[in-house]
T-cell receptor, first 116, second 114 residues
Framework: GAVVSQHPSRVICKSGTSVKIECRSLDFQATTMFWYRQFPKQSLMLMAT?????????EQGVEKDKFLINHASLTLSTLTVTSAHPEDSSFYIC????????????FGPGTRLTVL | AQSVTQLDSQVPVFEEAPVELRCNYSSSVSVYLFWYVQYPNQGLQLLLKYLSGSTLVESINGFEAEFNKSQTSFHLRKPSVHISDTAEYFCAVTPGAAGNKLTFGGGTRVLVKP
């Protein structure tokens, strides 16, 4: 149980285009989802917290207009990287909190974004 | 606010030898503690967690961690490692009942050699 998926697993796009990444909780309802960014050989950096039906809460230094987050249902959150640039290339990971027990985050497999 | 320090960025170890990954934290409130494992190009998998109760927690694949409140530590151990344990290990905390935002340590890369 507590499986989280992400789609796509890898994406390559041209500079200036927008890319959407989906995060789904497959077998549970997620009240809260989180989006992280991970640079090579580094730890995870929290970008934003997303609650179903409300606006995301962004961490300091994260541009909300560049990284659009939508949490339209209890099983789906999306991250859209708008007008992507090479410096946005990174590994993006989402996680979800199980509605009943809120103490543990379950992570998706990650999405590797490469901007040319 | 919380912070997590993983003292070793990289730990080489021979197969079937024991390994210990150190994790220390600081917090003004009681915390929940977690160890996650990340295999190359994958997301994080929960290895084990401490919420309350017995200070020694175990995972299904032979890892264990002990919560030591006085030393603010949550070190991870395995008595005999396998090649398949080669991965990145992250220690993390949340502010317990006060919230669920994870603060991660810098990670420890375990390289198991034959």
């Amino acid at each position: 149980g507590a499986v989280v998926s992400q789609h796509p697993s890898r994406v390559i796009c041209k500079s200036g285009t927008s890319v959407k990444i989906e995060c789904r909780s497959l077998d549970f309802q997620a009240t809260t989802m989180f989006w992280y960014r991970q640079f090579p050989k580094q730890s995870l950096m929290l970008m934003a917290t997303s609650n179903e039906g409300s606006k995301a809460t962004y961490e300091q230094g994260v541009e909300k207009d560049k990284f659009l987050i939508n949490h339209a249902s209890l099983t789906l959150s999306t991250l859209t990287v708008t007008s992507a640039h090479p410096e946005d290339s990174s590994f993006y990971i989402c996680s979800a909190i199980y509605r009943v027990t809120t103490d543990t985050q379950y992570f998706g497999p990650g999405t590797r974004l490469t901007v040319l | 606010a919380q912070s997590v320090t993983q003292l070793d960025s990289q730990v080489p170890v021979f197969e079937e030898a024991p390994v210990e990954l150190r994790c220390n934290y600081s917090s003004s409130v009681s915390v929940y503690l977690f160890w996650y494992v990340q295999y190359p190009n994958q997301g994080l998998q929960l290895l084990l967690k401490y919420l309350s109760g017995s200070t020694l927690v175990e995972s299904i694949n032979g890892f264990e961690a002990e919560f030591n409140k006085s030393q603010t530590s949550f070190h991870l151990r395995k008595p005999s490692v396998h090649i398949s344990d080669t991965a990145e290990y992250f220690c993390a905390v949340t502010p317990g009942a006060a919230g669920n935002k994870l603060t991660f340590g810098g990670g420890t890369r375990v390289l198991v050699k034959p």
